[in-house]
């Protein structure tokens, strides 16, 4: 069987790679290509397809990210969908496996991994790539465990880090809350730990990507 492809990325070069890695031993064929999450909700609506592959940050015109993708399993529940991505922050990951995306990449992988990935999310079968596994520390063919997200944090570690990411220092925060220096920084690690993130960096991502 030749399976129908949907795929959506802004930059050619990358449909291009992804063309011919699915074109590979006849898998699959690609049916439409996106490089706006308008025009890829556009296709999915007129273009009959058995499974998604798609950039996880696209320009405008359309929400990108989790929104999309929130959109898109809101729309199509059944379609397995795998996501294509430069970003290499393990809380994002995350929170894009809970979207219900099946099938997670880095753009830097090897592109046989492709094939493989699409094979296993068309068998509901969830598909982490050798980075991605790395980064979150889940050996092959271990479950994605469901903590490290933005539901384990409490109203004030979000809003700690929602002030950091504006850039304010700890000690900003604390003369904004009327808290101890102390306290802020306590919760602002506590943050860090039920994310899983070691950096700064990766706090600013975070917020960042998801329109915190």
Do not use: W
């Amino acid at each position: 069987m030749v399976y129908r492809v949907i795929l959506a990325d802004d930059h050619p070069v990358v449909l291009k790679g992804l063309s011919l890695a699915l074109a590979r031993d006849g898998l699959a064929t690609v049916v439409a290509e996106a490089q706006s999450p308008d025009e890829l909700l556009g296709l999915l609506a007129t273009t009959p397809c058995d499974a998604l592959i798609t950039d996880f940050s696209m320009p405008a015109p359309g929400r990108d990210g989790l929104a999309l993708l929130r959109d898109v399993r809101q729309t199509y529940p059944a379609l397995p969908v795998m996501v294509i991505t430069t970003l290499a922050n393990p809380a994002l990951y995350r929170e894009i496996i809970g979207t219900g995306v099946l099938g997670l990449i880095g753009k830097s992988a090897d592109t046989r991994e492709i094939p493989e990935a699409l094979l296993e999310i068309l068998s509901n079968h969830v598909y982490l790539g050798a980075s991605v596994r790395e980064l979150i520390g889940t050996p092959s063919g271990a479950p994605l465990g469901k903590s490290g997200t933005l539901a384990d944090l409490s109203p004030r570690e979000l809003k700690i880090l929602r002030l950091f990411a504006a850039g304010n220092s700890v000690t900003d925060i604390a003369r904004a809350t009327g808290r101890g220096l102390s306290t802020i920084s306590q919760q602002k690690s506590n943050a860090m730990r039920k994310l899983r993130l070691d950096t700064d960096a990766e706090i600013f991502e975070y917020i960042e990507r998801l329109r915190l």
